[in-house]
C-alpha cells in the first residue's frame, strides 16, 4: 500500500480470499466489503481491474464484490468496462448497513 503496488494488493486480497477453498472448484471470488469500500473511498479503481483479471485467469472465477455502497460500486465498474458485475450488497427500506441512497442510479451517464 505504501508503495502504491496496487496489482501486489489485488493478489493478496485474492490469494486471501481462495486460500481456504484450495482443491475445491470456485466459480466466484468474493472481493470482501472492507477491501471493497476501502479501495472505493481511496479511489484506488484500477484495483477492481487487477481483481477481477486475476479471479478470472488464475481461478476461472468469477469476480464478485461486496460493499455496503451498491450504487458507487456500480457506476465505478461500470466506468471500467464491467458490464453486469456481481454485487452483493444489502438493500431495506430503512437503509441499514447502506450508503448511497436506494434511489442513486446503478449506471454511470
Known amino acids: 500500500m505504501a508503495t502504491k503496488d496496487v496489482e501486489g494488493l489485488a493478489n493478496l486480497l485474492i490469494e486471501a ?9 470456485t466459480p466466484v471470488v468474493f472481493l ?4 471493497t469500500n476501502f479501495l472505493l473511498g481511496l479511489g484506488m479503481h484500477e484495483a477492481f481491474r487487477m ?7 488464475r481461478y476461472r472465477a468469477e469476480p464478485s464484490f461486496i460493499t455496503m455502497n451498491a450504487p458507487l460500486l456500480a457506476r465505478t465498474l461500470n466506468r ?4 453486469q458485475p456481481i454485487i452483493c450488497a444489502n438493500i431495506n427500506k430503512i437503509g441499514f448497513r447502506m ?8 449506471r454511470s451517464s
Not at 450508503?99 to 446503478?106: E, V
Open 17 to 25: 480470499e481462495v486460500k481456504m477453498f484450495a482443491g475445491l472448484d
Open 99 to 106: 450508503c448511497g441512497r436506494m434511489q442513486a442510479p446503478m
Open 32 to 35: 470482501q466489503n472492507v477491501a
Open 80 to 83: 471500467l468496462g464491467m458490464e
Open 51 to 57: 481483481f477481477a483479471d486475476c479471479a478470472r485467469n
